[in-house]
């Protein structure tokens, strides 16, 4: 049995009595070189690295003609930007990194096993405490470089510990990536789905015709195609101030593209103003909110419905759909999260990611009869939630492998399980 003795370290606890603590600025050496980045020498900057995995991940974007930190092979990259994020790499080519990066070039240690100690879970809490900046949080090298991890005196041991964890990593990481695919191909039947039923109805036998719109295809024979903007209104967002800003008693709720979470409201991260708003813009239930501007084409058209009574508006990003009495609300929610998929390289142009009211009302779409309308919406209501549980459950076994992941490294950069 180990013999332990305290660390004298809030998050790292007992560590092996034979183990040392050092502060890191004693046991690594930061990269501060530069150099011109150009198409030769891939760029890496923080979208380029998977959170809590450490993988490296193409984006296609390349930084030309500016100073970047010089990375080498066998490096270790630590993000200080949000280190919450868990933003860390270790170099398998030749690279320039983004000085939100803090990039250790040697150590004392063996490299691999200070990949795997600056991965701990309370190693990255502790750097969180000392972030500065409300709404870009970052780590300092000034305070990073003074705390103290724990490390066997053994370069062997060490080199044991990080072996062992590379292979007990792809191993977790074989199961979360088949979990992955399997959510992947929920999301595409869930989509095909929404499709086929939108466009095609619940009743195979009936005869089809030619819709005369590419996206759509064939509908039933009894079967319309219209426009958008003869099936209800397009309501513009509010434009307030940062100094309308208050405290939720003293204002109104304004919803923003955050508040739309997986095609539901989520109301994690409400803003609420003092101002003048317009009766036309205070949502209703059953108006449908959009995602109009952002600086992600990804997320334009992301929308939600409003499913009950709520006293908010929204702002000037987004924009709400009130449909008539030919549609049935619910049906234009799907609607939408299928046709907007073929109608996306409009919503994107060389300045600005938009869904304008122009382009909105001229989408053509399918339309039975609203009788039809809730039929439709009753089953792919059903369906749906059956699928997103399924969704949710492989979700939630992702995020046990995660947590998996993370005691077993803490478990064995602190000496509490040994190799």
Known sequence: MTRMKESGIDWIGQIPEEWEMSKIRYLVTTRSEKRITDSSVPYIGLENIESQTGKFVKT???VDKSENIVVEIGDVLFGKLRPYLRKYWRATFTSTASSEFLVFQSSELDMNFLYYAIQSDSFIEEVNTSTYGSKMPRASWEYIKNMRIAFPTSLVEQQKIADFLDKKIVQLDKVKSLLEEQIQKLKDYRASLIYETVTKGLDKTVPMKDSGVDWIGQIPQGWGVIKFKYLGDVKQGLTY???DIVDKDEGILVLRSGNIQNGILDFNNNVYVKTKVAESIVLRKNDILITARNGSPVLIGKNAIIDTDIKATFGAFMMVFRANKSLFAKFAFYLM????????TFFTTSTVNQLTAAIFNGIEVPLPSIYEQKKITDFLDQKTVQIDKLIQIKNQQIENINK???T????YVTGKRRV
Do not use: C, K, T
Request: proline share 5%.
């Open 404 to 406: 998996q992941r993370q």
């Open 241 to 243: 101030s940062p100094s």
């Open 337 to 344: 999260n299928v046709s907007f998929n073929f109608y996306r």
């Open 60 to 62: 296609g974007i390349q």
């Open 408 to 411: 077993l490294i803490y478990d």
